[in-house]
């Protein structure tokens, strides 16, 4: 387990995100790099919320599309939960690094048009495919979008997924309550 992505679980509008979310590599012969999200237990041991982060795991070990942040394994001890998936970063991370690489130059403007339109396709793609699926996704926002090496838009934050016309959980917003 490496390094925490500093800014992505730290602001207030992202508290509804559960994981932390740290870089790390596979302990195999490649030591590929992969994203490994963490949810400490003792910091917020509510079951709901477990139970929550646990269909959230399984439903990104089922549904199996490009459209999604690929699952390799995960683990679940006493105090925390680990999902580990393919290297992504948070989209949010994305563009501020485009701005800071960007500094001066009058091509960044051009680049997150060019990276927010196949982002939004690859994003429609995947809920077309939830949805011949019967499935609605309940959680899209900015903080369910992730990019991965080849910077493509992935879907996450599967947590609220659940079958069309069945009874769901909705993701309740705290900054809509004030």
Not at 16 to 26: E, S
Not at 41 to 52: A, C, G, M, R, V
């Given at each position: ?17 559960y ?39 399984l ?23 680990f ?30 048009q ?61 900054s809509?309550?004030?």
């Amino acid at each position: 387990i490496g390094d925490k992505i500093q800014d992505f679980n730290d602001s207030f509008s992202n508290r509804m995100q559960y994981w932390d979310i740290h870089d790390g590599n596979k302990k195999d012969q490649t030591k590929s790099p992969v994203s490994i999200f963490i949810y400490d237990k003792k910091l917020n041991p509510d079951e709901s919320t477990i139970s929550l982060l646990k269909k959230a795991i399984l439903n990104c070990k089922t549904l199996r599309h490009p459209g999604f942040v690929t699952y390799i394994e995960d683990f679940d001890t006493p105090e925390k939960l680990f999902l580990v998936t393919e290297r992504v970063i948070p989209l949010k991370r994305q563009f501020n690094e485009m701005n800071r690489q960007g500094l001066g130059h009058g091509c960044v403007d051009d680049q997150k048009q060019e990276a927010a339109s196949q982002g939004l396709f690859n994003i429609a793609t995947t809920l077309d495919f939830m949805h011949k699926a019967n499935l609605v996704h309940n959680n899209i926002c900015s903080n369910s979008v992730f990019v991965d090496q080849a910077g493509l838009w992935k879907l996450f934050g599967l947590e609220y997924v659940n079958k069309i016309g069945e009874p769901s959980v909705y993701k309740v917003l705290s900054s809509l309550q004030r």
